[in-house]
């Protein structure tokens, strides 16, 4: 990516399809440059096509910068070499949105899950969340312009639906998330220095995970993760929560 540009840097995981896609076609179409990640190459270079001609499409011409890093978020030694290539060759992103994830396995309940896969899970789904976290918003926060956005799910919450038992690695995950979001954002002044913190539930969207038959689109289940990246944020504004369509989802 060229140290030339001066559009403001997003890096987005799981880009390559799903919310994570949406995510990054819609904030390329307002000014970022992108950095995708996923496990697989062709994936993410299909994906920063299909931007492009998105953004050619909606402004004439397409002036994006889209660099495309291929890792396996399971793998910790992965993420830390990953982590030192997007601190190497791109300047400090003003936005992070962390949008990978998997689901367990259906029958995964607290007492049959076994070793594996709750590794499984758990290294993706909250181990390499904290690791992206660690290794690239220290320079976000001292910049005290940044914008951490980490696809959370309702299903982690300590009450109403997260309460309700199953997808036990799943949803304990995802309890791991809401925690370090909070934790974080509390760390960090609540915004008052410039850097956010936030997680969103997308609810039951129609991805690889959500399945073809789920109720939102895509594009409906990243629009509060496109929100909480570029929305004005003045004294007094919260974060370091749970959102859901623009709101507080109290977990």
Not at 122 to 127: E, P, Q, S, T
Not at 144 to 170: E, T
Not at 227 to 233: D, E, G, N, S, V
């Amino acid at each position: 990516m060229s140290s030339q540009s001066t559009r403001p840097i997003a890096i987005i995981t799981g880009g390559s399809r799903g919310l994570g896609f949406e995510v990054a076609k819609a904030l390329t179409l307002q000014g970022f440059d992108i950095a995708l990640i996923a496990k697989d190459q062709q994936g993410l270079e299909s994906a920063a096509n299909l931007i492009r001609e998105a953004d050619r499409y909606h402004n004439g011409v397409s002036t994006s910068q889209i660099s495309t890093f291929a890792c396996d978020l399971e793998q910790p030694h992965l993420v830390r070499d990953l982590i030192d290539a997007l601190n190497q060759s791109l300047a400090t992103p003003a936005v992070l949105v962390l949008a990978h994830g998997v689901m367990s396995e259906k029958m995964s309940k607290t007492l049959k899950t076994n070793d594996a896969e709750w590794r499984r899970v758990m290294a993706i789904n909250l181990d390499s969340v904290f690791q992206l976290v660690n290794g690239i918003a220290p320079a976000m926060a001292d910049a005290r312009n940044g914008r951490v956005i980490i696809f959370s799910a309702c299903l982690g919450r300590m009450s109403g639906p997260g309460n309700a038992g199953g997808l036990a690695p799943y949803r304990i995950s995802k309890a791991g998330v809401n925690a370090l979001v909070r934790n974080l954002a509390h760390e960090t002044g609540l915004g008052a220095r410039g850097f956010l913190v936030d997680a969103t539930c997308p609810n039951h969207s129609r991805t690889d995970m959500g399945g073809p038959d789920a109720p939102r689109s895509a594009e409906e289940g990243a629009a509060t993760a496109i929100w909480l990246a570029t929305r004005p944020f003045n004294a007094g504004d919260v974060t370091g929560v749970l959102w859901e369509d623009q709101k507080i989802v109290e977990w």
